[in-house]
Each structure stands twice: as structure tokens, then as C-alpha cells.
């Protein structure tokens, strides 16, 4: 136990979607407000028009102060006094012309602040789960299911969409946001934006930019060159921005080389606003504004979540000329065409009953297909229901819940009060109860882990021992080290030397190391699973799913092994810091040396040995790669399913550039998700984006795609390519 757990009774709450249900017939003061509906007749309701051309007539009749009102937030998280719906944040809408609030509310994995209002919301696996299922569709549900339940909770624009790449391992977040690699990330964060939006509702994408560790996010300033930036963090937003079409960026807290992100003339006015063409809208994370004129002309839109710079000073600003009337109405602009793009002006959310058994189905069939199989030995997956007699489940709470990430991104429990910040929470989903589900023969026993030797003496008189490890992450604070807390390698490795046949699930907010990982037969890396997420283990334990996720992060050895064996900045901020403000502790830089070689790049430019590489991931079944054909345009190949079992393989292709580009080895340019019988063999053409093979050109300010020979890659993981051919260009 550690300082996340001792002593603390868990966040369990309502134990089944049935009693979940009932929540949401509560009495019409616990009840949401209702929304404004617009009884406004101005030619800007005419939904024929383009939403450029119905901001614009709706602007021509505000006044200074109606336009002031719509670039700041008015409170949130139901702020005395204010119309908000409870969310993390509200803009104040203008009635007198049919312009809603905004109710803006947290819902990376699901829906925040639904359970202080008597809510239930449904708790998706993390989106680092999602991004290992590399199936964009799901993506798009998963955007859909989040889009529904805040319409039903009455809110119009989502806080979700993280995308800031994993750099630092380390860092606490990663949980919700979408891997190492721009293309896999931001190909997946477009289309939950898309299936969000689907709804009829504001999406976004978030934190621009660089908010790539939460030790000192307040106070750090990044430094990277610009094609850096471009290649590494900036094209997972370009392809969100340019794919997704959502509605909004927030802008992080951090600096980058020298300005705030939210006052980064760079990053907002050239990259997002003219290089990749973004028409919405610009909000600063809670509390990242820091100027008025400066933040205006830099390309920031709204200020959250009040209105220190954006409320009176700004006012005064226009008025004494040093932010010109028009750029405040672009804002503006950017505002209203957004409301009338997304639909929330001529199609409101009326707030309805969440179905969480349509939410529940979903959960767990994403959890199944992002559950990433390490390792197995021997075939010690699945396990074998009817022959098993005994099973020892250890650890990590597993009698009782599954456990999910804090801080922003927490998903309310149902029937709790609002999670307290930072605090771990387990959600109802036994993994014990499920693996008794599956094998009700068998003698399934649980031990808590707190003591290495009595959970040992358990697995040694059992076949099978099952141990749960988990890693807390949370918004705010980073982990220390990719090392396990609370000496679970050491219950691992005790339990391992008692019995053979150990089998481990990692419940974690990305890698973690593995001292034990020779010592036990098989591996899952469940993540933080969601509300089902027991019963997707289970399924993928006892072989009902056919395990398929592949890792969208490098699993290092040791920390050692990373660009930064320590998380820059952290000998200066005293223990867990990171969230709050400057106070008294000194600027600073964080110096991402490594530049481009970010995740599987490092290890492979550096010959790192990883412990498991980007891209790895076990089936129950084994596939075969033949007849590589590649062009610059495209590649076709075989894939073959040479096991017994029906099993869906991820295929990946990956290109090295000409030398000339001094480019890191190798990097992922497309891949494909292929469903196979046994025996059966498919043939998968794959067109290769030109600007993928591309390098980021600072004279030209470009992408460009050079001349030479390139290297492509075909196989089942960054670091197993049977395939390969060289195509000129
Ligand atoms: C987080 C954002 C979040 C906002 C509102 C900030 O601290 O960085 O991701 O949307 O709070 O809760």
C-alpha cells in the first residue's frame, strides 16, 4: 500500500448497470437546468446558410459587451450565481439572439461531473487503450458514446480529445491521450472527434502543445526546433485538426521555446490558424491565459475559465485601440460559426436518461480489443475452464474493482461523491468474481498482496496464479519512475518463484518495467480497462476473445534507457508538484534534447533494446507475411493466419527515409486491421500519404517529400518486419 491507498476505503459505489439506472430518476432539483431554447427569429437562424455566413449576420447585431461576454468563461463546475450545468467550465450564451451557453464539461474517458448531480456516466477504457485497439471506427464510437451521454446530461461542447504525444513515459497523463507515435495518434483522435461531434455537439483536441509532462506544466518551457515540432507532437494535431474538424483547441499551460502555448503566435496564428486552416476556436486551459493584447494578437479566442484578461481588460483594450475591433470579431466569429457548424444552436441537447447498459457493451468491447498479450509461454493462455482446478488471484484490489486515472479525466463513480482530485479510484468490476464467472469449478482464492509471502503460500497451492499489478497515474503529477509502487515487483517475483504458472495483468497509465518478466508465463496489459473491464480480462483469459491490441507506446527496461533518465525539471519542484501556479519556484527549461526521436525512434536510433517495442502484441493465433509489393504511393502484401484459432492481426508498415533525410530509422506510415480464419490468407493494399514519408523543410516552411531510396517495412510490430523492399523516388 502507498500513500495512494492506505487506509483509504475505495470509491466502490452502485455494483450493477441496473441499480446505475435508477439514479437517473431523481427529482427535477436534482435535475440539470434546462436548456435556452432560442424563440428567436434573426435571418441567422436560417439553418440553409453556411455557419460562416450566419456568424456573420449574427455578429453585425451584438454589441461591444455581448461580444466580450462570448470570449471568456462565466464560472464553472456550477458556480454560485452562475447558469452552469455543473461542468468544469461555461460560457455565457446571449439570449436575446439565440445564442446558447456553452456547457463545457471534462470527458476524456467518459463523462466528468455526472455523479454529483445524481448521473450516471459510463467509464470507457483510458484512450491509451483506445489508441491500442488501432481501429479507428471504434475510435469513432468511442467519441460517440461520450457525444451521447453529454447530450443527456445536457451539455453542449466536450473538454476530451488529449492528444499531446508520449514523449516522457512518465508522464502522469498518458493515460488519456493516444501513444507515442503522431500518425496512430493522430489518426485515432480524429476520429473520436468526428464520432463526437456526430452528436451534434463542440468537440476538441487538447493540450496545444507540448504539455508533454505534468512536472512543472505551469511554469516549464519547452525547447525544440521547429522541424521537431512539426514531425513529432504538432502532426498529431495537424492530422486531428485537418481530419477531425473539431470545433476547438485548448491551448496547454506550458511554454514553448520562450512564449506561453496560449499566447504562442507560432503555434496558434501560423501552425494552427493559417498553415492547417483551423476556422474554430481557441480556448486557453484553466488558468493558462496570461495576457491580454499579447494572448489576443497571438491567436488565442477565449479565455477559461473566468475573465481576468479577457473580461474588462480586453474591453479596453479594443476600445484604446491596442487589439483592433476586428481581430476581437474574428474571435467572436470563430465562436458563433463554430455553435452553428456543430449544431447546438438549431439542435440543443434536451437531457435524457444515459443508457448505461448500451454504454457498458461498449466499454467492453473496447476494453477486449485493447488489451495488449505481452507475453505467453508455452501457451499458457487461455486458460482452459474446464480443466482448471485452482486459481490463486493476487493484488491490485482485484476482489473488488478495476482501477481508473485521476484528475480531470476521472469519470465520477456512480452514486459517489465527486472523485477527489488525484485519488486513485476502483471501479466496480471484480476481476475476482469474473474469473469465479468463468470457472466455476475451481477453486478461486484471493490474496491482497500487502504481504509477498502469505500471496505466495497462496499461489504455491494453487495451479494458476493470476496477480493484478497497478500504477495510479493522475493529471498534476507525474510518476517518478516507470518501477511499479508499492514493491509489486517484489510480490510478483515471490509469487512467480512459488508457482510456475504466473500470470500477470497490468492495470497501468502506460509502461511500466518488468524485473519479473522472465520469471512468469504470460503478460497482459489490460490499462485502465473501464467499467467493464473485468469481465473483457476474463474473456481474453479464459480465450473467449482472441486477444489483438498492439502497444502505441514503447515499453522501456529501465528508466535508464529513456532520452531523460529523469523527468526534466523534477530535482526542482518539491514532491507531486506540477499542477498549481508559478509561486515562488523559478522558470525553467524543458530541453527536449532527443528532438525527434521520440518513443520506438530513440530506442532504434540509439540500438536500445526495448522490453517490449511499439507496435508488439500476442494472439492466440500466429499470422505469416509474404509477397511485399511497394511503390511510393502504396504497398500490398499477404498476410496468413498459420494457427488454429480465428484471430485478427494488426498489420504495420513502416518506412526508412533516404540518409539525406537524417531521420530516425524507421517510422510508422500505415497500417490495417485484418480478421482472419484459421488457414485463411488475405491481401491488404495500403496507400502510403505522401506527407508521412515527408520531412518537415524549415526554408520552405514545408513538407517535403526528397528524392532517394526508401526503406519499407512490413510485419506485426515495430521491431518484427519479415517484409521489406526498397522504392526509389
Ligand atoms: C486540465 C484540462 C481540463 C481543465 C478543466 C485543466 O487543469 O489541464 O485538461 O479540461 O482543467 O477541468
Not at 39 to 62: N, Q, T
Not at 363 to 387: H, T
Amino acid at each position: 500500500m502507498n500513500h495512494y491507498t492506505r487506509g483509504r476505503k475505495l470509491a466502490l459505489v452502485a455494483a450493477t448497470a441496473g441499480a446505475v439506472a435508477a439514479l437517473a430518476f431523481l427529482p427535477a432539483w436534482a435535475q440539470p437546468p434546462q436548456p435556452q431554447t432560442p424563440a428567436v427569429h434573426g435571418p441567422w437562424m436560417d439553418k440553409s446558410l453556411s455557419p460562416d455566413k450566419r456568424a456573420d449576420l449574427v455578429l453585425a447585431e451584438m454589441t461591444l459587451d455581448e461580444k466580450i461576454v462570448l470570449v471568456h468563461g462565466a464560472g464553472g463546475f456550477g458556480a454560485a450565481g452562475s447558469r452552469s450545468n455543473g461542468g468544469a467550465g461555461m460560457i455565457a450564451g446571449i439570449p436575446r439572439l439565440g445564442l446558447p451557453d456553452l456547457q463545457l464539461a471534462d470527458s476524456a474517458v467518459g463523462v466528468r461531473s455526472a455523479a454529483d448531480r445524481g448521473r450516471y456516466a459510463t467509464l470507457l477504457p483510458s484512450t491509451i487503450g483506445e489508441a491500442a485497439t488501432w481501429d479507428p471506427k471504434l475510435a469513432f464510437e468511442y467519441g460517440k458514446l461520450i457525444g451521447r451521454e453529454l447530450r443527456d446530461q445536457q451539455y453542449n461542447v466536450t473538454l476530451g480529445g488529449g492528444v499531446d504525444i508520449t514523449r516522457e513515459p512518465r508522464n502522469g497523463r498518458n493515460f488519456e491521450y493516444q501513444g507515442e507515435d503522431p500518425v496512430l495518434a493522430g489518426k485515432m483522435v480524429a476520429q473520436l472527434i468526428r464520432g463526437l461531434q456526430s452528436q451534434n455537439l463542440i468537440g476538441d483536441v487538447k493540450h496545444y502543445a507540448f504539455n508533454d509532462q505534468e512536472t512543472g506544466r505551469s511554469i516549464g518551457n519547452v525547447k525544440l526546433g521547429k522541424r521537431a515540432m512539426r514531425e513529432t507532437d504538432l502532426l498529431a494535431f495537424e492530422i486531428a485538426v485537418t481530419e477531425g474538424q473539431p470545433g476547438m483547441v485548448m491551448c496547454s499551460y506550458n511554454k514553448v521555446n520562450g512564449d506561453w502555448a496560449c499566447e504562442n503566435s507560432y503555434l496558434l496564428n501560423s501552425v494552427l490558424k493559417k498553415a492547417w486552416g483551423f476556422q474554430g476556436f481557441v480556448l486557453s486551459d484553466w488558468g493558462g491565459t496570461h495576457s491580454t493584447a499579447k494572448a489576443a494578437l497571438a491567436g488565442l479566442d477565449n479565455e477559461e475559465p473566468g475573465y481576468r484578461y479577457f473580461g474588462d481588460p480586453l474591453k479596453t483594450a479594443v476600445t484604446n485601440g491596442d487589439v483592433p475591433l476586428a481581430r476581437l470579431d474574428d474571435m467572436v466569429h470563430r465562436i458563433v460559426r463554430t455553435e452553428f457548424a456543430a449544431g447546438i444552436v438549431d439542435d440543443p441537447p434536451r437531457g435524457r436518461v444515459v443508457d448505461p447498459f448500451a454504454g457498458a457493451e461498449l466499454a467492453q468491447r473496447i476494453a477486449e480489443q485493447a488489451s495488449v498479450l505481452l507475453k505467453n509461454d508455452r501457451g499458457q493462455l487461455p486458460l482452459n475452464a474446464a480443466m482448471v482446478k485452482s486459481i490463486a488471484v493476487i493484488g491490485a484490489h482485484a476482489d473488488s474493482g478495476v482501477l481508473s486515472g485521476g484528475g480531470s479525466a476521472q469519470v465520477d463513480a456512480p452514486g459517489a461523491d465527486r472523485a477527489r482530485w488525484n485519488v486513485p479510484v476502483w471501479f466496480p468490476s471484480s476481476p475476482l468474481a469474473a474469473i469465479r464467472a468463468k470457472a466455476p469449478k475451481a477453486k478461486v482464492e484471493f490474496n491482497d498482496g500487502a504481504d509477498p509471502a502469505a500471496a505466495a503460500a497462496l499461489a504455491k497451492a494453487a495451479e494458476i496464479a493470476i496477480v493484478f499489478v497497478n500504477q495510479p497515474t493522475s493529471e498534476g503529477r507525474d510518476v517518478p519512475t516507470l518501477t511499479l509502487p508499492d514493491k509489486q515487483d517484489d510480490l510478483v517475483s515471490a509469487v512467480a518463484a512459488a508457482n510456475p504458472h504466473t500470470i500477470v495483468v497490468l492495470e497501468t497509465g502506460g509502461a511500466v518495467s518488468m524485473p519479473w518478466i522472465g520469471q512468469v508465463s504470460a503478460a497482459l496489459e489490460v490499462w485502465y480497462p473501464g467499467i467493464c473491464g473485468a469481465q473483457a480480462a476474463a474473456n481474453i483469459l479464459f480465450g473467449d476473445v482472441n486477444p489483438s491490441a498492439k502497444l502505441p507506446v514503447t515499453f522501456p527496461k529501465t528508466d535508464a534507457d529513456l532520452p531523460h533518465p529523469q523527468i526534466p525539471g523534477i530535482d526542482l519542484i518539491p514532491a507531486g508538484g506540477g499542477r498549481g501556479g508559478r509561486g515562488r519556484l523559478p522558470d525553467f527549461d524543458i530541453d527536449y534534447t532527443e528532438g525527434l526521436k521520440v518513443g520506438y525512434k530513440w530506442f532504434d536510433a540509439e540500438d536500445k533494446q526495448p522490453l517490449f517495442a511499439f507496435g508488439h502484441g500476442l494472439s492466440y493465433t500466429s499470422f505469416a507475411y509474404s509477397g511485399l509489393k511497394a511503390a511510393i504511393d502504396s504497398v500490398s502484401f499477404t498476410v496468413r493466419n498459420t494457427g488454429k484459432r480465428a484471430g485478427v492481426e494488426i498489420v504495420e508498415v513502416y518506412a526508412g527515409l533516404p540518409a539525406a533525410a537524417n531521420e530516425p530509422p524507421k517510422r510508422l506510415v500505415a497500417w490495417d486491421k485484418v480478421a482472419l480464419a484459421p488457414g485463411a490468407s488475405k491481401t491488404v493494399t495500403l496507400p502510403l500519404d505522401p506527407k508521412f514519408l515527408s520531412i518537415f523543410d524549415e526554408q520552405k516552411d514545408d513538407w517535403s517529400l526528397l528524392p532517394g531510396e526508401y526503406k519499407i517495412l512490413v510485419g506485426g510490430s515495430s521491431r518484427s518486419t519479415p517484409l521489406t523492399a526498397v522504392v526509389s523516388h
